[in-house]
């Protein structure tokens, strides 16, 4: 969503770099084309002039002109700025001290009401508790049935007594208030500790939809009111929040649709003019695609930093805790990475989600945006087959995979031979380097990461002074100096490796890890 604005923020910035000091005109220009940047993202007018005045003010006063960097400080100011307008802090749920909590969603129909319901049901049922969804929208065709769905989709029940309009033709029956209050009824006698009210909404803001939703808060007293909003609105955003904001009250509000393609105005807008905290975002289309907003790392991903946390948290969300032990087990004892082993991390990557999304949250993924588009997620599909059509001893031992072999794995697996002769390259330069790791090489390229017994015994070796076998003068001289040849071709002590470990072993390619064009600087070979 804000893949504009990042771009311009990062040519913005890219002026600054190498000044050893910004006068008052460098700062106007960068001010200047920040503000443009963020009218064109859409972002409400008056936040982007208390935006715009925060920043000169930190900018031209001794924060900058003491800077030993001064471009990178005031990077550091619009840092800290963002994460301001977005909110400061993550804000949680504030949930009851005697259960049911009840949570209830307003919004304009269309902003993904209902299926932001079964998301968060998921969402706090993960988090251990036993919530109920209750169908109050009675009004939209099928809410209802929709809201069942998400409901099994998300494991969690689901209170229905009404089953609301099946088509645009129908007139709206039943009372949303009375089944409002009977689902918080139903949720004391079955002790669900959470109670989310999914409720009508309207094309538009009118008064009928407020007074039913006025109603339904009146009833049911819920502890957090969430306002839908579709970031994909544009200006409209700030004018449709605080309409709800003075029509209804609400105490936090989540973003839906935040992966669209929209400028991301909203997001920036809601919270500045409501002072109400923006608390998730919904980011697509399956339930999961839901998190807890952050505004420290949404900041992070619009300049274009990466969010290393949330890509942190998701891994230890989907990785299997049983599957890492039995790897570290391997690991230490030195045993063989086999096809097996592979598909297994294969398939952990997988349950992460979409590998462009993850990417993306790496520091300066911004800049490698057309490459990573072109990335294709059904790789890890076709690698899936690939090694799926190989025999268990094949996959043992896949040396013994000759061309006939080669041709029968490529039938089964519906690809051509050339793809599983790449996939087999790749595994063994992936193997090498698991080999080198296990035996305390460390890992190709990266400093300071050897380890066991084996990486003591070299380091060791390694502090020891070489002293030349001959007595020689001459022939000692010599020896000594292809001591030193070697010792410098092994990268002990080579620039950049302060715990003397190697750089990558001869022959070693990046591309084995199978990364998107460009993605090789992160590994340390720029």
Known sequence: MFNSLSDRLAATFKNLKGKGRLSEADIDATAREIRRALLDADVAVPVVREFIAHIKERALGEEVSQALNPGQQVVKIVNDELVG????????????????????LVGLQGAGKTTLAGKLSKHLKEQGHTPMLVAADLQRPNAVRQLQINGERAGVPVFAPHPGVSSEFEDATGDPVQVARDGLAEARNRHNDIVIIDTAGRLGVDEELMRQAADIRAAVQPDEVLFVLDAMIGQDAVATAQAFNEGVGFTGVVLSKLDGDARGGAALSVRSVTGKPVMFASTGENLG????????????????????????????????????????????????????????????????????????????????????????ERQIDRIEAIIRSMTPHERVAPKIINGSRRARIARGSGVQVSEVNGLLERFGQAQKMMKRMAAGGGMPGVPGMGGGAAGARKAKAKGKKAKPRSGNPAKAAQEMRELEERRKRSGAGAPGSAFGQGMPEEGFDPSALNLPKGFEKYLGNN
């Open 85 to 104: 307008i977005l909110g400061g802090e993550t804000r949680r749920l504030q949930l009851a001290k005697n259960p049911p909590s009840v949570i209830m």
């Open 289 to 376: 695609d839901f998190e807890v907003f952050h505004p420290d790392r949404m900041a992070s991903r619009i300049l274009d930093m990466g969010d290393v946390m949330s890509l942190i948290e998701q891994a230890e969300r989907s990785w299997d805790k049983s599957e890492a032990e039995k790897m570290a087990r391997k690991f230490v004892d030195q045993e063989d990475f086999t096809l097996d082993d592979f598909l297994d991390q294969m398939q952990q990557i997988k349950k992460m989600g979409s590998m462009k999304k993850l990417l993306m949250m790496m520091p300066g993924a911004q800049g490698m945006r057309q490459q990573l588009e072109q990335f294709d």
